[in-house]
T-cell receptor, first 114, second 111 residues
Framework: EPEVTQTPSHQVTQMGQEVILRCVPI?????FYWYRQILGQKVEFLVS????????KSEIFDDQFSVERPDGSNFTLKIRSTKLEDSAMYFC????????????FGPGTRLLVL | QQQVKQSPQSLIVQKGGIPIINCAYE??????FPWYQQFPGKGPALLIA?????SEKKEGRFTISFNKSAKQFSLHIMDSQPGDSATYFC??????????FGSGTQLTVLP
């Protein structure tokens, strides 16, 4: 069964450093998303990406964040200068282009900013 | 208007019991309502989803009941097992938009 994959599974970084989180969405999917989940809280939307551009972003997704689809398979989230409050689980998700299609999540990257 | 309110926050049932988790929404533009199951340290896994043109959907031991007029939907887990112990999230989505999640319900099924 196709699945969304994410790397790394864990990332520890120092405050102010740049991190890149990587995702490989399901191969025939067209819509890609990043969400985050602070420990013990609900899943929050960060950004959606379609047709090689951002289609929507939340208030959380400020100028420190960027997304890219550098090739036909990878989808990345970059945090330019990490802050302590960026510590969270980051989930990538994807869905096909059909109306009402289901959205599938990857296993997540646990980011810890020290 | 974007919120999805979920209750209860936590739920404990005996094996074989039928836990029921409820969600309510305000925005009538939502047209897709999935439930996700999440184990500690893992990503949300899609369990079952419903669209507002049906009032009930069943997949295995999981059933969604949907009340469009009340703007509420619920998840029922039949014959619950200890392996069902997890956090359950409801969500809602407007057409071609991102998911808005509820706050989650931590379910414990006692053996």
């Amino acid at each position: 069964e196709p699945e969304v994959t994410q790397t790394p599974s864990h990332q520890v970084t120092q405050m102010g450093q740049e991190v890149i989180l990587r995702c490989v969405p399901i191969s025939n999917h067209l819509y890609f998303y990043w969400y985050r989940q602070i420990l013990g809280q609900k899943v929050e939307f960060l950004v959606s990406f379609y047709n090689n551009e951002i289609s929507e972003k939340s208030e959380i997704f400020d100028d420190q964040f960027s997304v890219e689809r550098p090739d036909g398979s990878n989808f990345t989230l970059k945090i330019r200068s990490t802050k302590l409050e960026d510590s969270a689980m980051y989930f990538c998700a994807s869905r096909s282009g059909t109306s009402g299609s289901d959205q599938y999540f990857g296993p997540g990257t646990r980011l810890l900013v020290l | 208007q974007q919120q999805v309110k979920q209750s209860p926050q936590s739920l404990i049932v005996q094996k074989g019991g039928i836990p029921i988790i409820n969600c309510a929404y305000e925005n009538t533009a939502f047209d897709y309502f999935p439930w996700y199951q999440q184990f500690p340290g893992k990503g949300p896994a899609l369990l079952i989803a419903i669209r507002p043109d049906v009032s009930e959907k069943k997949e295995g031991r999981f059933t969604i009941s949907f009340n469009k007029s009340a703007k509420q939907f619920s998840l029922h887990i039949m014959d619950s097992q200890p392996g069902d112990s997890a956090t359950y999230f409801c969500a809602a989505r407007k057409p071609a938009r991102q998911l808005t999640f509820g706050s989650g319900t931590q379910l414990t099924v006692l053996p």
